[in-house]
């Protein structure tokens, strides 16, 4: 099996050998998926399929178009004979979003960036006693909750190579994975642990809710200090990696990654990093933690990060999470979420919590940043949707200046396929 894939531009060609054998080891001829597919005679090998795809609106609607007309509980899964599978998902995420800066309030329909709409497919076969694997994931550019502020609006749709995700190749094996490729670096997620629904409306990416507006002085003048930029969680993204995790120890695992963002015009960013990380339960106490550190090099400038998070989840349905971080000669800050499920309807799990984050000198020494968000979650099992609203407010605080505070409301639902 192989993956390749180049880009050019805003278009990505991808060629994915995939295995699907029929029960007598005989190629299928079903299963198609709209690509072009012939068969070849290698036989772990037996359909190729060629895939050449312009990642534009039109193409990302008709994957979304498909999956809305099928079934809630349809999946998109074609198995083979001998353990593999391909698989297409994805998610859509509209939201409403109503910000209050002090002096206006902007209403707009709008992507929620805590988990924004998107399409992707894994390929996974067993080989060689472990596991190959090939991930593509890609968002789909719809306006970013996180994008909108007081003085832009971006378009509807605007698609560029910065909206893909993954393009990752893996092998499993007893001695640990290896991933090659754009995905997740060994730290991503480590300063988010949580253990609750809520995600959509209340974790450690304050930024995500409305994070490009910008806070307005005492006299309503804007300050041109955004709220992302003054609460960081500091945690690891997505980039073009060699990465390796080792096997779980007793729920304790080691990853470390070296790479570079490759999809950023112009960037020649390095970034390297390493984590331990925990995930254990305990007679219906559910617990997962993380600790992380990473250096990103910029023309011969580093920038240090430390941070962390530890989640509970007790059997009654309440959860915590707590989170903390620093960055080296640059601000610290700490997290704290309450939450409660309960399954109070036939429908789904309803979700419940508030967040606090507290936030100290980022960008200017003595400089306070705060934020107190709430969120309501309820899934609709049956057609595979959450339904929730968020709310949240942001304080700033300089030494001399004084801001208005920003409060914030997300409204929406995100359907899974």
């Not at 999470?321 to 109070?344: C, Q, V």
């Amino acid at each position: 099996m192989f993956v390749g894939v180049t880009f050019v531009g805003s278009q990505i060609d991808c060629y994915i050998n995939a295995i699907s054998l029929g029960p007598d080891g005989s190629a299928p001829s079903t299963c198609k998926m709209g690509f072009h597919m012939f068969y070849t005679s290698i036989p772990e090998l037996p359909v190729v399929m060629n895939m050449t795809q312009t990642l534009k609106l039109t193409s990302a609607a008709a994957l979304l178009a498909a999956g809305i007309a099928a079934p809630a509980a349809a999946e998109f899964k074609w198995d083979n004979a001998s353990g593999g599978y391909v698989k297409i998902y994805g998610q859509f995420s509209p939201a409403f979003q109503s910000v209050d800066d002090g002096v206006t309030t902007t209403d707009n329909l709008v992507d929620n960036a805590h988990s924004n709409t998107r399409v992707g497919m894994w390929v996974r076969q067993p080989l060689q006693g472990g596991e190959f694997s090939f991930n593509f994931e890609t968002a789909l550019g719809l306006r970013s909750s996180g994008g909108v502020s007081q003085t832009s609006k971006p378009k509807g749709v605007d698609w560029d190579r910065t909206d893909l995700r993954k393009v990752d190749f893996a092998y499993k094996g007893d001695w640990g994975t290896v991933y090659l490729g754009q995905g997740s670096m060994a730290t991503d997620g480590v300063a988010d642990k949580s253990l609750n629904n809520n995600a959509m409306t209340t974790y450690n990416g304050i930024g995500d809710f409305a994070g490009s507006f910008q806070f307005r002085t005492a006299g309503g003048a804007l300050s041109g200090v955004s709220i992302s930029s003054v609460t960081p969680s500091l945690d690891g993204g997505r980039q073009g990696r060699v990465r390796y995790d080792s096997p779980s120890f007793n729920g304790f695992q080691v990853a470390l990654s070296a790479g570079q963002d490759i999809l950023t015009p112009g960037s020649n960013d390095k970034y390297y990093d390493v984590a331990l990380k925990y995930v254990r339960e305990f007679g219906g106490t559910k617990v997962a933690g993380g600790i992380g550190f990473s250096r990103r090099d910029r023309n011969g400038v580093d920038r240090d990060d430390t941070f962390g998070s530890l989640a509970v989840k007790l059997q009654n349905g309440l959860n915590f999470a707590f989170s903390a971080g620093s960055r080296k000669n640059d601000g610290d800050y700490t997290y704290f979420l309450a939450g409660y499920e309960a399954d109070w309807w036939q429908a789904g799990t309803t979700s419940i919590a508030v967040d606090f984050y507290n936030g100290n000198d980022f960008g200017l020494a003595g400089r306070k940043s705060k934020s107190i968000g709430v969120g309501l979650n309820q899934n609709i099992d049956s057609i595979s949707t959450q339904v929730y609203l968020g709310y949240r407010t942001h304080e700033l605080s300089d030494p001399g200046v004084s801001y208005q505070d920003v409060n914030a409301v997300l409204f929406g639902a995100r359907w899974r396929f």
